[in-house]
């Protein structure tokens, strides 16, 4: 007798059926039928897929989500319209005026090179959000299609690649992106591959766990018994219904990466100089910690508040995705 | 031989001047939610006897489970009760402090729900989850407690139970499971179970047994049992009394013997005919439909909620809300049966 | 003598529930056992057991969503193993699957009309201008209105989305449908209307259904011919009427005994098994049902406990598989 298929786990329902929610809720689904013939439906109230609607109604009753939010528009306003708006050219130093404390033609003072920190911050938001984004955007795709092919294949490919996930999460990420550093070489362009294939093992996970409970509902089966193939039934029965959990992970995750960025760049493997970026600064001011404080408290300031706000925002969306907190 | 049970004597015990467990006040339970507020219970008033089965029957919506978590003081937010009281021994209920309620639940009234894997812990042993609750009530020594707690899984019916007490819930089948929440809620000599749907997710089979079972614990201890289900058989099987609710009202009470010989509630006649039975093999009718649907809590009718779906409604049934007449020897939510209604009645 | 529409033939599925450290099985489910049933064209053969008797597992294999362990399955005269990927798959198209759950058998991110054309579309079986005239065909078949085509699925009550999936599967224009329980999950009242929605239909297309239940009484209605099923195994099949008045296998009297009876006038004795169902995992040799068998005696070492009887013809379509009426 030959192997046999492993025993699949029972299909996950959002609610219990049975219990007194579902009760309600169902009956919130009915309809008011006058004398009709059974079966015969009639105009509705709720407006056909409102689900990112009340999404956004429940995120926008977070302050602190909207904070983050308004927050982030201005980061994103300053990494696009940086270079125009600082007042001095980021990179232009002047040794005359290195270590200038904070005053009113150097907003933030000066480094030891003379440069304004000031205009340094605001080049460095480009950086990191740039750096933070398409790390993330590596991460998640090469993710979502391993953990796509692992969830749904099962067995041993399943294996395979959850044993190599394990293997990259078992080294802390920075040891593993300075590594690749030390392989690819300096540069912010290899930073950003660095920490994207770094970052790649949470989201495969993510997506394999949400697909391996999706997998097993019976409209995945009833689209299979449609026949749909494998591909179409990933792409459009599973992954959508996931895609919610992945863009709250994927929020967080690009905080996780701006300071990945911040620590690759206090090392001084991430951008080369003099180009500004926060943890290079965090870096070179290491040396300067009493003589001139300003060096250090601005930049970190940069990186503490944009991760801060990522935060905000993920959780935001984390608890505005969480049906519990939808019934008042 | 296969094991036989015998049919229960049919006598309900307020007949015979038991006294008043528990007595339900004019309950009303609202859910505040963002669409807008549900009345899942309006106005429901019913007593249970020391010893008799009343069964509440409902479908969906009709607010029987809301009831009985009204009842036992388990309500989640949302869900509020807006008005009534819910004696006990003359005690009300609503007005009890956790602590006090948690004194009488397990203790007095008992309940068992009807997701067995829901309302068993999955990280303790049944032996753990079975001997808490004994201990807290009953304060045994260790011994006692256990003694106890095997000898209630044996009356439950499980095999060898005192192996079968270390198992983890996940270990046991279903209908296992059910029959553990069921000793765990009799341990403690409980004067009122509350059933709600205790059989729905079981096999036949298991149902027969739990059912047996309840109804040999009736006999030995003289327990109550207020039993909330959806199955009509069960409700023939078990029940000495009936409360029929639908969209969060009484529309009937009765005795069960009565419901189901002469049903006069234009719903409940409407349900019966509508189950298929055992009975004629050979009628290939096809089954009774009521007609429409059931109404959207939150949007109920003004007048009476069956109205539209009742092939006996006139007028008057669209307007208002009937109350509850009593008439024919039973309770009535219907105008057919107001006294001053005219027409003929059938 | 007509041809039977579908032929299982000693139709076994295992599934894997223990494997020791190098992958080999150690533990098997015998979910189905040598279960071999024929179908007829326009019949209604209702399936019935209780759980882990493996009546879905016979449905998902008719359907394709497990691939059997042992045995074939013939449609229409084909064994489908043996033709070609294409070829099966043309026939399994005429095979279709009606889901227990109303609430988890309906993609919440799709409307209700590309729930039911999904089939039309992914198998070509309609001009794509064609497709809506089609769905609002099947809509109103299952008696809803045409302009739920545009709704979700949540929007709909339990009996309405069962209606749903029965369009569902209407679509492909199938022969055989296999309905798994579809009225298990639904209110009372509303039971009727799909029931006789599900007899209906089956007159207005010429269907033919493996109507799968756990209650006699269920299938008592729709059904021509019945069949119990415990542990993997058929223990008894017969016409409808006959099997009703005159069931031969204790399990079978055991299950019609322990239905509650809607008449407290007519509370009658009943026969209570010992026990709980017991485990498909590593089934003793001999009949399943032996441990329970209150018909067996005291005989120990007797053939119920060393050998599965076989299913023997009793009297003209009565089968029964039990030493009590082997040969005699």
Redesign the interface.
């Known amino acids: ?1 030959g ?5 699949a786990p029972g ?1 996950s ?8 929610v579902a ?2 809720t ?16 009639e105009t ?1 109230h ?1 407006k ?2 409102n689900r990112w609607l009340e999404m956004w109604r429940s995120l926008v009753a977070n302050k602190a989500a909207v904070v983050s939010l308004v927050f982030i528009v201005f980061l994103v306003f300053l990494a696009v319209f940086g270079p125009w708006i600082t007042p001095y050219n980021p990179i232009e130093t002047n040794m005359a005026n290195s270590l200038k404390p904070p005053s009113p033609q150097h907003w933030f003072g000066t480094d030891q090179l003379g440069m304004d920190i000031f205009s340094r911050v605001i080049a460095g938001t480009r950086v990191s959000l740039t750096v933070g984004l398409l790390a993330v955007s590596i991460a998640l795709t090469i993710g979502l299609i391993l953990g796509a092919i692992s969830g749904y294949a099962g067995g041993k490919t399943d294996t395979i690649i959850m044993r190599c996930m394990d293997i990259m999460l078992a080294i802390p990420s920075i040891l593993l992106a300075i590594t690749l550093m030390a392989a690819l070489g300096k540069g912010i362009d290899k930073a950003v591959i660095a920490i994207g294939l770094v970052s790649i093992p949470e989201y495969a996970r993510l997506v394999r766990g949400n697909i391996l409970s999706i997998k097993e ?3 995945v ?8 193939s494998d591909f ?1 039934i990933i792409f459009k ?1 599973v992954l ?2 996931a895609m919610s959990v992945i863009i709250v992970r994927a929020t967080l995750g690009i905080s996780a990466a701006i300071l990945d960025t911040a620590a690759l760049g206090f090392l001084g493997m991430g951008v080369q100089p003099p180009q500004a970026e926060w943890g290079d600064m965090l870096g070179r001011a290491r040396g300067f910690i009493f003589q001139a404080p300003w060096t250090l408290l601005y930049p970190g300031m940069a990186i503490t508040l944009t991760v801060l706000t990522f935060n905000l925002l993920g959780d935001g969306l984390r608890d505005a995705l969480d049906p519990k907190s ?3 | 031989m296969p094991q036989t049970t015998r049919p229960s004597e049919n006598s309900a015990p307020q007949s015979r001047g038991a006294n008043v467990l528990l007595e339900v006040k004019n309950l009303s339970t609202d859910f505040v939610m963002n669409k807008g507020t549900v009345h899942a219970v309006i106005d429901v008033s019913f007593t249970v006897h020391e010893g008799e089965v009343l069964a509440i029957v409902g479908e969906s919506g009709s607010g029987k489970s809301v009831t009985s978590l009204s009842v036992m003081g388990l309500l989640q937010p949302p869900g509020r009760v807006v008005e009534g009281e819910v004696l006990y021994r003359g005690q009300n209920l609503l007005k009890l402090s956790q602590n006090e309620m948690r004194g009488i639940r397990g203790n007095q009234i008992s309940m068992i729900f009807q997701e067995p894997m829901t309302s068993l812990n999955p990280v303790f042993t049944v032996r753990n989850q079975l001997t808490e609750s004994i201990r807290t009530h009953l304060s045994l020594d260790r011994k006692d407690t256990f003694d106890r707690a095997v000898e209630m899984l044996a009356l439950v019916g499980i095999p060898s139970p005192e192996k079968r007490i270390r198992d983890y819930p996940h270990q046991m089948s279903g209908g296992m499971r059910q029959r553990v929440m069921t000793a765990m809620a009799l341990s403690c000599d409980p004067q009122l179970l509350i059933a709600d749907e205790p059989t729905t997710a079981l096999d036949v089979t298991i149902q027969a047994q739990i059912l047996a079972l309840i109804g040999d614990l009736r006999e030995k201890i003289g327990m109550a049992v207020l039993l909330v289900t959806h199955d009509l058989g069960v409700v023939a099987e078990t029940a000495d009394r009936v409360v029929v609710m639908y969209c969060g009202r009484v529309v009937e009470e009765v005795t069960a013997v009565e419901l189901f010989e002469r049903p006069l509630h234009p719903y409940t006649l409407g349900l019966l005919q509508s189950i298929p039975t055992m009975e004629d093999v050979d009628d290939d009718e096809p089954l009774y439909m009521i007609p429409g649907m059931v109404p959207n809590p939150l949007n109920l009718p003004k007048g009476c909620a069956f109205a539209d779906r009742c092939e006996k409604r006139f007028d008057r049934c669209t307007r208002q809300v009937p109350d509850l007449y009593e008439a024919e020897g039973r309770k009535l939510r219907c105008f057919l049966f107001a006294p001053d209604h005219e027409e003929v009645r059938p | 003598m007509t041809e039977p529409l579908v032929s299982l033939k000693h139709l076994s599925k295992f599934f894997s529930v223990d494997t020791n450290l190098f992958g080999r099985t150690t533990s098997v489910l015998k979910a189905v056992d040598d279960l071999s049933l024929d179908i007829y064209p326009g019949e209604t053969f209702g399936l019935v057991g209780e759980s882990g008797c493996g009546k879905t597992t016979v449905g998902k294999m008719l359907v394709n969503l497990y691939t059997p362990t042992a045995g074939e399955i013939w449609y229409e005269g084909q064994n489908l193993a043996k033709l070609s990927k294409k070829d099966r798959r043309h026939y399994y198209r005429e095979i279709q699957l009606i889901f227990q759950d109303p609430y988890s058998s309906l993609n919440p991110r799709m409307t209700v009309g590309d729930i039911i054309s999904e089939p039309i579309r992914v198998n070509k079986l309609e001009r794509p201008d064609k497709i809506d005239d089609r769905v609002s065909y099947l809509l109103n078949a299952v008696g809803l209105s045409a302009n739920s085509r545009n709704r979700y699925a949540h929007e709909f009550s339990g009996g309405q989305r069962q209606r749903i999936g029965i369009a569902r599967a209407l679509a492909m224009e199938p022969k055989l449908i296999v309905c798994d329980e579809p009225v298990s999950a639904l209110d009372v009242s509303i039971q009727a209307q799909v029931l006789n929605l599900l007899s209906d239909l089956c007159d207005e297309f010429g269907l033919t259904y493996l109507f799968i239940a756990h209650g006699l009484n269920v299938v008592k209605h729709v059904s021509d011919r019945v069949g119990v099923m415990y542990l993997g195994r058929l223990v008894e099949v017969a016409e409808k009427r006959e099997l009703y008045r005159n069931p031969l296998h204790p399990y079978t009297k055991a299950l019609l005994s322990a239905i509650p009876v809607t008449n407290p006038a007519q509370r009658k004795e009943r026969i209570l098994l010992e026990g709980s169902v017991g485990s498909p995992i590593d089934p003793a040799p001999g009949c399943r049902f032996a441990s329970r068998c209150y018909a067996k005696g005291d005989c120990v070492g007797c053939a119920c406990d060393a050998e599965m009887p076989e299913l023997v013809e009793v009297s003209p379509g009565h089968f029964v598989s039990c030493y009590l009426f082997d040969g005699e």
């Not at chain 1, 329902?13 to 007194?20: K, V």
């Not at chain 1, 089966?221 to 749909?228: D, F």
């Open positions: 007798m192997e046999f298929e492993p025993l299909p329902g959002d609610l219990p059926s049975g219990s007194f009760d309600q169902m009956a919130l689904g009915e309809t008011l039928a006058p004398g009709h013939v059974p079966g015969e439906d509705f709720e056909a897929d509902n019976d409209y089966s009833a689209a299979r018994i449609s026949g749909n179409r029965h959508p219904i939808r019934i008042k």
